[in-house]
């Protein structure tokens, strides 16, 4: 049984970073694609990055392109986002994802391409 279980959200203020945290379980994610998405209250889940687990290649959405890094530790089996320079829209619950799906369908950012989320880390960032 697949576990992704993230960490690391908090209360920051405009300016400040954090980084979030996904611990990965149940199975083999070599070869897989991992992703970050983000939803606020009344506005739709949103694609925040996406990396293949092997980091070959990463993809990043418009609103955290410059600001934010996807990374992986393979020996932890741990799924990192890094976010700087952060802004009050950027305050949502953050969802870490994996996909079994072909790699290019997952680095594109579509939410249907993932199999397995968690349950959600929430971050606030004050103005």
């Known amino acids: 049984q697949v576990q992704l279980v993230e960490s690391g959200g908090g209360l920051v203020q405009a300016g400040g970073s954090l980084r979030l945290s996904c611990a990965a379980s149940g199975r083999t994610f070599s070869g897989s694609v991992m992703g970050w998405f983000r939803q606020s209250p009344g506005k739709e889940r949103e694609f925040v990055a996406a990396i293949s687990w092997s980091g070959g290649s990463s993809t990043y959405g418009d609103s955290v392109k410059g600001r934010s890094t996807i990374s992986t530790d393979n020996a932890k089996n741990t799924l990192y986002l890094q976010l700087n320079s952060l802004r009050p829209e950027d305050t949502a619950v953050y969802y870490c994802?994996?996909?079994?799906?072909?790699?290019?369908?997952?680095?594109?950012?579509?939410?249907?391409?993932?199999?397995?989320w968690g349950q959600g880390t929430q971050v606030t960032v004050s103005s």
């Open positions: 994802a994996a996909s079994s799906h072909p790699a290019w369908l997952a680095l594109s950012g579509g939410q249907h391409a993932y199999n397995y």
